[in-house]
């Protein structure tokens, strides 16, 4: 909605994706229902309380998990743009052209990136938040137990269903729904893309509500969200968030193959110093070569 204030069209966007992600649970649920032929009252005891064991636990809570990503957030960023905003997916995409030489670039960038976050993470899991250290501290091990249970893979099959729930779609429907509009929209309000950027980017992170990884969250945030100001394509953030979630799947798989150290896998595994820095210098290196990149790409278009 091009002709109202930005900040009602986030008010509104937060309405339907808040709606949009309540509905899909139960979708989700009922979709789990019929697959399992379990009943709605137990399908939702095993979804809620994880802590139980079911045979079928993880294959319910896959179901569960992709339909509330691609039916809540992406299908409230559709109902969103195509409703109410009477809008197309592309015009998301100032510069509608895709090349390889972009991708490898978000590729190598996302990739570089992995031990200055797991060095952010393990600096942010030392923060004491006072009162609500404790509590905070049981939800995060409570939704450390629900990721182990979703990505535990005993074969090949497994890793490419895991993929796709938490690489494939979370890549789709969350940078549709936080950088497609809601970034585009403060964007819009503050005519500054940094600002837009990192308040997009702290949002993404807090609805997680994971704050032992607040920190790293906001920085990958910000990433993808400075990767799609540059690039001016939103498919160039969804290859990184894909290639960020799908890198820790693969090393999540191959640790429990037994190919790779657990440690390896961990979230806040800490690299020597030495790697962290050289590839922090890296990520640098690449950050300013894929924006110089994306401005001489849109000079020679104008030109």
Do not use: C
């Amino acid at each position: 909605m091009k002709h109202t204030h930005p900040f009602f069209n986030l008010f509104v966007i937060t309405l339907i994706g808040l709606g949009a992600v309540t509905v899909s649970q139960f979708i989700g649920i009922l979709f789990a229902s019929i697959i399992f032929g379990i009943d709605l009252i137990t399908i939702s005891k095993i979804a809620l309380d994880f802590t139980q064991p079911h045979f079928q636990q993880k294959q319910i809570l896959w179901v569960i998990q992709g339909s509330s990503l691609l039916i809540g957030l992406g299908g409230g960023a559709f109902l969103y743009q195509y409703w109410v905003a009477r809008s197309k997916f592309s015009e998301l995409n100032n510069n509608p052209t895709l090349n390889l030489k972009n991708a490898f670039g978000v590729t190598i960038i996302f990739f570089l990136a992995i031990p200055v976050m797991a060095q952010i993470m393990q600096w942010n899991k030392e923060i004491n938040f006072g009162d609500f250290d404790e509590i905070i501290r049981k939800t995060e091990a409570d939704l450390e137990m629900l990721t182990k249970k979703i990505t535990e893979m005993n074969h090949f099959g497994e890793f490419m269903i895991v993929l796709f729930v938490i690489a494939v779609i979370p890549a789709f429907a969350e940078e549709y729904f936080f950088r497609g509009l809601v970034q585009n929209e403060f964007l819009r309000w503050f005519k500054n893309s940094h600002i837009a950027v990192w308040v997009t980017g702290a949002i993404f992170s807090a609805v997680h509500f994971q704050f032992l990884g607040f920190f790293p969250r906001m920085i990958l945030g910000a990433l993808l969200g400075y990767v799609y100001v540059w690039s001016g394509n939103i498919f160039y953030p969804m290859l990184g968030h894909f290639i960020n979630n799908g890198l820790q799947v693969l090393a999540l798989y191959l640790a429990q193959r037994n190919l790779v150290s657990e440690d390896l896998a961990r979230d806040d595994y800490q690299f020597p110093w030495i790697v962290t820095i050289f590839f922090g210098i890296l990520l640098v290196v690449a950050l300013h070569f894929f924006y110089k990149n994306q401005s001489s790409q849109s000079l020679n278009s104008n030109s």
